[in-house]
């Protein structure tokens, strides 16, 4: 795997760590073919349903689809992760964790501020 080292950061409000891309931005195929990597989110979204204030049930509401640019486009040309700060944040990894393997969650707000085609919503 690559590893692009950047001063890229992943900032939350209340935490930052550094971000370490760890999927390679292109891929050689055996024919010589260069292809880009294309990475997708997919995130449920359930509704909470209520009846006389006890939950009774979590039906899919919607179903989230999100294009999250690849590393190159991140962290070098045109640098995603400067000019939209909070595109990637901090999860809920322990701080003294290997750097190459803390995990950041994607802003799908921010996907959308780069480009509206980021983000899709699907009603269920």
């Known amino acids: 795997m690559l590893h692009l080292l950047v001063d890229s950061k992943a900032k939350g409000k209340r935490a930052e760590h550094k971000f370490l891309c760890s999927l390679s931005p292109i891929y050689v195929l055996s024919d010589k073919t260069v292809a880009p990597l294309l990475t997708y989110a997919i995130k449920p979204v359930y509704d909470m349903?209520?009846?006389?204030?006890?939950?009774?049930?979590?039906?899919?509401?919607?179903?989230k689809i999100a294009s999250i640019p690849n590393g190159i486009l991140l962290t070098k040309s045109p640098n995603y992760l400067k000019e939209y700060p909070g595109?990637?944040?901090p999860g809920k990894d322990d701080k003294r964790k290997d750097l190459r393997k803390i995990r950041a969650r994607v802003s799908f707000d921010v996907l959308k501020e780069i480009d509206s085609w980021r983000v899709k919503e699907i009603n269920v």
Do not use: A, C, E, R
């Not at 349903?49 to 179903?63: A, E, F, R, S």
């Open 87 to 89: 595109l990637f944040f």
């Open 49 to 63: 349903v209520m009846k006389d204030g006890d939950n009774t049930g979590q039906p899919l509401k919607t179903i």
